[in-house]
């Protein structure tokens, strides 16, 4: 399916052209109804005021009829020629008309007596008219005898009038309307164009500014003048928003990349060093075997680093899949110690053991553990002060499992705990470059809590004491 | 020469003494920045070589501190840090050098030898005392077309006393920089070592140029009677 890319430009000019035209339409309705309206009105009023002057002159006396309203169509020249009325005695069917209808007849038709009702009609196969039909009583001529009600003529009268100049008039109407509207229309049309347009541009400078940020200036953020329209500056302030961001990751990794290439320097510092001392002279097997063992101490170390780097990367780019399986923590603790049991003799440091009675099993990734665990525990006896003791404890509160490694400091311990997780963070008594120690331990800890869903702080209540506690909290 | 080392990784520091050690220099070797910045204070060095993120006491602290107390002592930076702006921020606290890891030995200790040099007012790679010549480079010293072999030891002694030309340069004082390590020892072998050496610079009826003032101490003068 082709994808739509919807034109702003388009999408508002079609919105607001069918809008204008609807409403032009219905202006032009409004006015050409009312127009109508008010004709047929005056019309109607006309022939309403003629007629009740007409039928007060249908008279009668002593059964005649007398039909005055003829005599004076008949004596003014432009009436008789203009003037279309009729009336049909009820009682004999007989009707009397004015000369303009010629042999022409009026349509027949009325209301109830004294109701007037109108009617449009053509006359003649072509002739548009409009009527007033009405039933009447004559009037009688000797208002002073008293004539019973059946003895008095009914009458139908039908007055009407040509609609022709009403019809010629609403033609024109029509024409000038239909003008009007459409030149309303199609100016409203550019005036629209040319407004969203213009509105538009500020979009398009933009967009031409974006496109054309060297790569050198990417975190820039957008500067805007004071005439930069009011919509546009939350796109503005959030894509800024978004940069500051970017920048803020790509500073991370910058400085990330950079601190990793500072920690491979000192030991390719050492094992330079190393090599170059053994090529200075002549030196027996024994040497070079002592030499080229320190350069396979270093390797190691690097070895070390470099995994700590990788997995800290993994760790931090989210990319860490958990694998789920069955941990025992306690037996977890129990073989990371082992693992650093002889740098600990070495350093004359102990443990001590404060483990809550019931072993901590849960679904966990166990490698993840076990780093972090590792990493605690090597921390503790390499920065412990010499012939003292590490504690590891465990126990259950709240739900969590909480596990707390400390270890007597030789100094006082930093303030801020919080930089300790800060990759690379070293300038300190607590960690140092030596023995491996690439500055990232702890940092590596805290992604590897985050990604388990646990927490690690260092809680010391004494300066000279540093204390990691981890709190794993219970998966239901 | 004695220097100064501060560095906290140990196989690094470890070669650079043992480098410094067989080039004639008495070192002074710690990883932990407070006990630099103690020895720095309590012994007179050459020059001293800082790493700058050590435990115990930052490298920038110890730099500022000792610049701050009016210490004069050459100091050279060796960092990881290599950008532009930690190498001014180091040279502007008052470091002499700044030598990003990993470096070359040889650079490490011609850098020492130039920040010396300029220390003790010398610009020229060679020190001639009458027709002695002490070249500082090759480490290499002849009289007149005679080639002079000597020890580790004597070669320092000897690189001492032509920095200090014309200076009465007291038993202490050579000791200091010349033999004692951290470790300590005893002033009363620099007269053994001066024997050595004045037996080494003089030969048959040459002039003698290193000198004893009774009491004070030592000197090399082309000039001076015997």
């Known amino acids: 399916?082709?994808?739509?890319?919807?034109?702003?430009?388009?999408?508002?000019?079609?919105?607001?052209?069918?809008?204008?035209?609807?409403?032009?339409?219905?202006?032009?309705?409004?006015?050409?109804?009312?127009?109508?309206?008010?004709?047929?009105?005056?019309?109607?009023?006309?022939?309403?005021?003629?007629?009740?002057?007409?039928?007060?002159?249908l008279e009668t006396q002593r059964g005649l009829v007398y039909h005055e309203w003829l005599l004076d169509i008949e004596d003014d020249p432009t009436r008789a020629v203009d003037e279309l009325a009729q009336a049909w005695d009820l009682h004999s069917g007989q009707s009397v008309k004015s000369p303009a209808l010629g042999l022409l007849d009026l349509p027949r038709f009325h209301g109830a007596l004294n109701e007037p009702v109108f009617q449009n009609a053509i006359i003649g196969g072509h002739q548009r008219i409009r009527a007033i039909g009405i039933r009447v009583n004559a009037v009688p001529k000797d208002r002073e005898r008293i004539v019973p009600e059946y003895q008095i003529p009914q009458f139908i009268f039908?007055?009407?009038?040509?609609?022709?100049?009403?019809?010629?008039?609403?033609?024109?109407?029509?024409?000038?309307?239909?003008?009007?509207?459409?030149?309303?229309?199609?100016?409203?049309?550019?005036?629209?164009y040319k407004v969203i347009s213009d509105s538009l541009i500020p979009l398009k400078a933009l967009s031409d500014r974006l496109a054309a940020r060297e790569d050198t200036h990417l975190g820039r953020p957008i500067t805007i003048a004071n005439d930069f329209p009011q919509e546009l500056r939350g796109l503005v302030e959030g894509y800024n928003l978004l940069l500051e961001r970017i920048e803020g990751v790509r500073k991370r990794e910058r400085d990330f990349?950079?601190?990793?290439?500072?920690?491979?320097?000192?030991?390719?510092?050492?094992?330079?060093?190393?090599?170059?001392?053994?090529?200075?002279?002549?030196?027996?097997?024994?040497?070079?075997?002592?030499?080229?063992?320190?350069?396979?101490?270093?390797?190691?170390?690097?070895?070390?680093?470099?995994?700590?780097?990788?997995?800290?990367?993994?760790?931090?780019?989210?990319?860490?899949?958990?694998?789920?399986e069955r941990v025992d923590f306690h037996e977890v603790l129990g073989s990371a110690w082992q693992k650093h049991e002889r740098k600990a003799e070495l350093r004359k440091v102990t443990v001590t053991w404060k483990l809550h009675s019931e072993h901590f099993?849960?679904?966990?990734?166990?490698?993840?553990?076990?780093?972090?665990?590792?990493?605690?525990?090597?921390?503790?006896?390499?920065?412990?002060?010499?012939?003292?003791?590490?504690?590891?404890?465990?126990?259950?509160?709240?739900?969590?499992?909480?596990?707390?490694?400390?270890?007597?400091?030789?100094?006082?311990?930093e303030e801020d705990h919080e930089r300790f997780f800060e990759?690379?963070?070293?300038?300190?008594?607590?960690?140092t470059n030596d023995e491996g120690h690439s500055g990232i331990g702890l940092s590596l800890c805290r992604e590897i809590a985050l990604t388990i869903g646990a927490t690690i702080e260092i809680a010391s209540a004494d300066e000279k004491v540093f204390e990691a506690v981890v709190r794993i909290p219970y998966y239901d | 020469m004695r220097i100064l080392l501060v560095e906290d990784y140990s196989p690094?520091?470890?070669?650079?003494?043992?480098?410094?050690?067989?080039?004639?220099?008495?070192?002074?070797?710690?990883?932990?920045?407070?006990?630099g910045f103690e020895f720095a204070t309590r012994s007179k060095y050459d020059a001293i070589v800082l790493d700058l993120m050590v435990p115990g006491k930052d490298g920038f602290k110890i730099l500022t501190d000792l610049r701050a107390k009016g210490?004069?002592?050459?100091?050279?930076?060796?960092?990881?840090?290599?950008?532009?702006?930690?190498?001014?921020?180091?040279?502007?606290?008052?470091?002499?050098?700044?030598?990003?890891?990993?470096?070359?030995?040889?650079?490490?200790?011609?850098?020492?030898?130039?920040?010396?040099?300029?220390?003790?007012?010398?610009?020229?790679?060679?020190?001639?005392?009458?027709?002695?010549k002490v070249d500082l480079n090759r480490r290499r010293v002849t009289r007149g077309e005679r080639e002079i072999v000597l020890t580790k030891r004597e070669y320092g002694l000897l690189e001492y006393l032509a920095y200090r030309k014309g200076e009465i340069v007291s038993r202490e004082e050579i000791w200091e920089h010349v033999y004692q390590d951290a470790a300590g020892g005893s002033s009363n072998a620099v007269d053994v070592y001066v024997s050595y050496l004045r037996k080494k610079l003089n030969e048959g009826d040459e002039p003698n140029l290193l000198h004893t003032r009774r009491g004070q101490g030592y000197f090399l003068d082309p000039h001076e009677a015997a």
């Open chain 1, 1 to 57: 399916m082709k994808p739509r890319n919807p034109s702003i430009l388009s999408r508002l000019l079609l919105g607001t052209g069918i809008s204008i035209f609807l409403m032009v339409l219905l202006g032009i309705f409004i006015v050409y109804f009312s127009v109508r309206k008010s004709f047929s009105d005056q019309i109607d009023t006309d022939l309403r005021s003629t007629a009740n002057l007409m039928v007060a002159q």
């Open chain 1, 158 to 192: 039908v007055l009407a009038r040509s609609t022709h100049e009403k019809e010629k008039a609403l033609s024109s109407l029509r024409r000038t309307l239909s003008l009007v509207g459409l030149g309303t229309f199609l100016l409203c049309g550019i005036a629209i």
């Open chain 1, 257 to 324: 990349s950079h601190h990793a290439a500072h920690e491979l320097r000192t030991p390719l510092a050492g094992i330079q060093a190393v090599v170059e001392l053994a090529m200075t002279r002549e030196r027996s097997s024994e040497d070079y075997h002592a030499r080229l063992n320190k350069v396979n101490e270093i390797t190691q170390d690097m070895r070390t680093t470099v995994t700590r780097l990788m997995n800290f990367a993994r760790l931090q780019g989210g990319n860490e899949v958990l694998l789920l």
């Open chain 1, 361 to 413: 099993i849960q679904e966990n990734d166990q490698e993840l553990i076990r780093i972090l665990v590792s990493n605690l525990i090597d921390n503790a006896v390499s920065y412990a002060a010499e012939k003292s003791s590490v504690t590891i404890a465990t126990k259950d509160r709240n739900r969590n499992f909480i596990l707390t490694i400390a270890n007597p400091l030789p100094e006082q311990l």
């Open chain 1, 423 to 431: 990759p690379f963070y070293r300038a300190d008594k607590v960690r």
């Open chain 2, 12 to 35: 690094l520091r470890e070669s650079i003494t043992e480098h410094l050690k067989d080039s004639g220099y008495a070192v002074d070797a710690t990883a932990n920045g407070a006990e």
């Open chain 2, 71 to 132: 210490d004069q002592t050459p100091i050279i930076i060796t960092s990881a840090l290599d950008s532009m702006e930690n190498r001014v921020e180091g040279l502007n606290a008052g470091a002499d050098d700044y030598l990003i890891k990993p470096f070359a030995l040889p650079e490490l200790i011609a850098r020492i030898q130039a920040q010396t040099r300029k220390s003790y007012g010398k610009k020229a790679a060679a020190i001639e005392v009458g027709d002695l």
